[in-house]
């Protein structure tokens, strides 16, 4: 029997309900996200999506979809090494958020195309981009495995998808790392974002996501090839690649 319920953290809660509880989310902390991720990684989120940026190799000329790219910190990054040649495609479910990409992408004189769209149907061509990349956001879908399907179905052969994710931490590091998400995280998002609930919610559905080696299965079931990943600050973060052939 089909669950008609899913996860939002470690809440049980339908299908239907669970986009608008993630959009409320990310809507309330649109405004000190930014600054909220240099905080609570201690700026070390801006290594890990260089890294993610170094993965996707991505060249003059291509083309590239950031999906779940928020306020465009990758988006950037792409299209500084597309070049005027390329193409590089912003898209959010939450409209909040885009908004604040479209600022950083215009205070960096960039006019890229933005589009508002969900991540498990997306409005684009078959074979069409040469990467796609998600960072900090598959966790938050619904449907992970109908997500990675429209991913690798909007790849052109031998493009990539790069997805950027918290992931499954080295045991030994378990206990204090839980203590600084469920204490610190909550504390700090209360304190600076003015919403520690949302913060919960962000440590709660770290650890229902998939861990490296489920996701790896994930991305080929969803039929990409020569999946890898690379962990990072000993598994807080993992980068998988995978590709269309």
Same mark, same amino acid.
């Given at each position: 029997?089909?669950?008609? =319920?899913?996860?939002?953290?470690?809440?049980?809660?339908?299908?239907?309900?669970?986009?608008?509880?993630?959009?409320?989310?990310?809507? &309330?902390?649109?405004?000190?996200?930014?600054?909220?991720?240099?905080?609570?990684?201690?700026?070390?989120?801006?290594?890990?999506?260089?890294?993610?940026?170094?993965?996707?190799?991505?060249?003059? +000329?291509?083309?590239?979809?950031?999906?779940?790219?928020?306020?465009?910190?990758? %988006?950037?990054?792409?299209? #500084?090494?597309?070049?005027?040649? +390329?193409?590089?495609?912003? %898209?959010?479910?939450?409209?909040?958020?885009?908004?604040?990409?479209?600022?950083?992408?215009?205070?960096?004189?960039?006019?890229?195309?933005?589009?508002?769209? #969900?991540?498990?149907?997306?409005?684009? $061509?078959?074979?069409?981009?040469?990467?796609?990349?998600?960072?900090?956001?598959?966790? #938050?879908?619904?449907?992970?495995?109908?997500?990675?399907? @429209?991913?690798?179905?909007?790849?052109?052969?031998?493009?990539?998808?790069?997805?950027? @994710?918290?992931?499954?931490?080295?045991?030994?590091?378990?206990?204090?790392?839980?203590?600084? &998400?469920?204490?610190?995280?909550?504390?700090?998002?209360?304190?600076?974002?003015?919403?520690?609930?949302?913060?919960?919610?962000?440590? @709660?559905?770290?650890?229902?996501? $998939? =861990?490296?080696?489920?996701?790896?299965?994930?991305? @080929?079931?969803?039929?990409?090839?020569?999946?890898?990943?690379?962990?990072?600050?000993?598994?807080?973060?993992?980068?998988?690649?995978?590709?269309?052939?």
């Amino acid at each position: 029997m089909t669950d008609p =319920d899913t996860d939002f953290g470690y809440q049980r809660v339908p299908l239907e309900d669970k986009a608008r509880r993630v959009a409320g989310v990310f809507s &309330s902390v649109a405004d000190r996200y930014d600054l909220m991720n240099d905080l609570m990684s201690l700026g070390l989120h801006r290594l890990w999506k260089s890294f993610a940026v170094e993965v996707a190799s991505v060249k003059p +000329g291509d083309r590239v979809l950031d999906v779940a790219g928020g306020t465009g910190d990758l %988006t950037v990054a792409f299209a #500084n090494r597309a070049g005027p040649s +390329g193409e590089v495609w912003l %898209t959010d479910v939450n409209r909040d958020m885009l908004d604040r990409g479209r600022d950083r992408l215009m205070d960096k004189g960039l006019l890229l195309p933005i589009v508002q769209c #969900n991540g498990e149907r997306l409005p684009f $061509p078959s074979e069409y981009f040469d990467c796609v990349s998600v960072a900090f956001g598959l966790r #938050n879908m619904t449907h992970k495995d109908l997500a990675l399907a @429209e991913m690798r179905r909007v790849l052109r052969p031998g493009g990539r998808l790069v997805v950027l @994710e918290f992931s499954r931490v080295w045991r030994p590091l378990a206990p204090l790392y839980d203590l600084y &998400s469920f204490g610190v995280l909550p504390w700090l998002g209360g304190k600076v974002a003015g919403d520690a609930e949302s913060y919960r919610y962000l440590a @709660e559905s770290i650890r229902m996501h $998939p =861990d490296q080696e489920v996701l790896k299965a994930m991305m @080929e079931q969803a039929g990409l090839e020569r999946v890898d990943y690379f962990n990072l600050n000993a598994g807080v973060v993992a980068v998988h690649r995978g590709y269309r052939f």
